[in-house]
C-alpha cells in the first residue's frame, strides 16, 4: 500500500465519526431542568428593581469590620507552657 492509500484510509475513518448525529430523546436534560427549578426559591428574584434595601454602604463596611475585628484575639502573656504530667506521681 501506498501512503496515498493509507492517507485516504484513516481521512474515510475520522470522517466517518462525523457522518451521523446523534439522536437525543425528547426530553433529554429534563431531569437537570427539573433540579434546577426545584433548587430556586423565587423564579421572578432577577427582576427584583430594588434588592439591597435596609442597609447602606458605609453601615455595611462598618458592621463587616467589626465582624472581622471579633475575630482578632488580644495577645497574652505565655507564661510557662502545660506540660502533660499524667503519671508523674506529683
Known sequence: MTTRTIAGIVALLL???CSTAPRFEQNFGASVRANVAAQTIDPRGAANANPAAGIDGP???AAHERYQ???IQ???AASAPLLNTLGSGK
Open 15 to 17: 470522517l466517518q465519526g
Open 59 to 61: 453601615a455595611a463596611r
Open 69 to 71: 475585628q471579633s475575630f
Open 74 to 76: 488580644p495577645g497574652s
